[in-house]
Every structure is written in C-alpha cells, then in structure tokens.
C-alpha cells in the first residue's frame, strides 16, 4: 500500500523568503502526485500536480514543485513567500488505475511579517 | 459556481444521537468521496462512490454509513454518534480517473461536528 510523509508539521519562514515544503512517498507501483492548499476554515484547492513528462510542475500562486522518482520525493518550492500563503499544504498520492487518494499528515506554512 | 456544497456547516451533537451530513456537486461528477480531518493525521478516507447507487469503504468506515441514491447527491450518516466522532468532515467530488487516474478531487467548505 502506498504512503505520503510530510516531513515538517510546521514552517515558520519570514515574508518575501524562500520556502520548501517536503513530501516523500512510498509506492510500488507508478503514481499521480498532487499538492493541496487549505486556507483556515476553507476545503482544499489544487495546487499543482504531476502526471508524467517534466518532472518540475508549475501551479498556482507561483508554487512549483519537482518529482524525484529515485528519492520518492515531491518537494512544493515558492521563491518568495506572501503574508496570504499562510495556509496548510497537503501533499497526496494516487496509485496509476485507482480511485483513491492517500493524503500525508500536512504542513501548516505561517508567514511572518 | 457552487461546486460541491456541504451541509450544515457545524453541527454539535449528544453522544448517541444520529445525524446525515449531505454532500451535493453539480458538476456531474461520477465519483465522490467523504473524509475527516483530524490535527496530525491529514485526511482520511471514510467512504467512496463511483457511480449512482454504488459506494465502497475507504480507511475508516466504522460507526458510519453511507448512500448515493442521485449521482449529485453523497449522503453521511452516523447513526450513534460517539465522541471519537468528533472532526471536520469534508466531502469531494472528482470525474472518473478511468485508466489515466488524474482527475484531481474538488472539496467542499466543510463541516464541524462535535460530539459531547
């Protein structure tokens, strides 16, 4: 069965810095990638996600992140953060052929002034 | 556009006590899904539909039951409500991931439910 780590529970990181956010995940099999924003009292929004071909993905609000498949790893990167990205980011796994997605614990991302 | 609608959006109930959560998408999605989130433990599969009239178990069934009588429509039910109950309940709706699987999952607002 497939698994997603968020390494960090919690990033701290000042305005206008740099940001990553890391997600590893475990599978035998081929998978579909996914990055999930949540804004506080809000579902979750598509950030991003990898189905095959390059394997760095451009998404919303200028996120990016980069599938490594020797590392098992979707890593999300923003160059320069904004006090509005405050938010908890979700990365999820779906095994090629199936219907479900398997979420890691997520990261709650704080921006401070 | 509304998307995929949850109702009520918090609810506080007495242990025992039963409640429906309704989940309605007017995207005419085929397959929709209910999941709690816990502090820590992400998102959790409780239980799935990919067709009308159809659902299967997901992660953690127990204490909750399930139907999709409309294809628009994904219905929640706890029939004795216990304080381990006590979640944020999300429902999403996604096209059919056929053989590609890449059809993202779109979510509701949500619904806090305490169980006292």
């Known amino acids: 069965a497939q698994s997603v780590t968020q390494l960090d529970s919690q990033v701290p990181v000042f305005e206008e810095a740099p940001v990553e956010l890391r997600c590893n995940y475990s599978s035998s099999v081929s998978v579909y990638l996914f990055w999930y924003v949540q804004y506080p009292n809000q579902g979750l929004q598509l950030l991003l996600k990898y189905l095959s071909g390059s394997t760095l993905v451009k998404g919303i609000n200028g996120f990016e992140a980069e599938f490594n498949k020797s590392q098992t790893s979707f890593h999300l990167r923003k160059p320069s953060v904004h006090i509005s990205d405050t938010a908890e980011y979700f990365c999820a796994v779906r095994v090629q052929g199936a219907q479900k997605l398997v979420f890691g614990q997520g990261t709650r991302l704080t921006i401070n002034p | 556009n509304a998307g995929v609608t949850q109702t009520p959006k918090f609810r506080v109930l007495k242990t025992g006590q039963s409640m429906t959560l309704l989940c309605a998408q007017d995207m005419n999605h085929e397959y929709m899904y209910w999941y709690r989130q816990d502090p820590g433990m992400g998102l959790r599969l409780i239980h799935y539909s990919v067709g009308e009239g159809t659902t299967a178990k997901g992660e953690v069934p127990d204490g909750y039951n399930v139907s999709r009588l409309k294809k628009q429509n994904f219905l929640l039910g706890l029939e004795s409500a216990a304080p381990s109950q006590t979640s944020v309940y999300f429902c999403?709706?996604?096209?059919?991931?056929?053989?590609?699987?890449?059809?993202?999952?779109?979510f509701g607002d949500g619904t806090r439910l305490s169980i006292l």
């Open positions: 999403a709706s996604s096209y059919s991931t056929g053989v590609v699987g890449n059809q993202p999952q779109h």
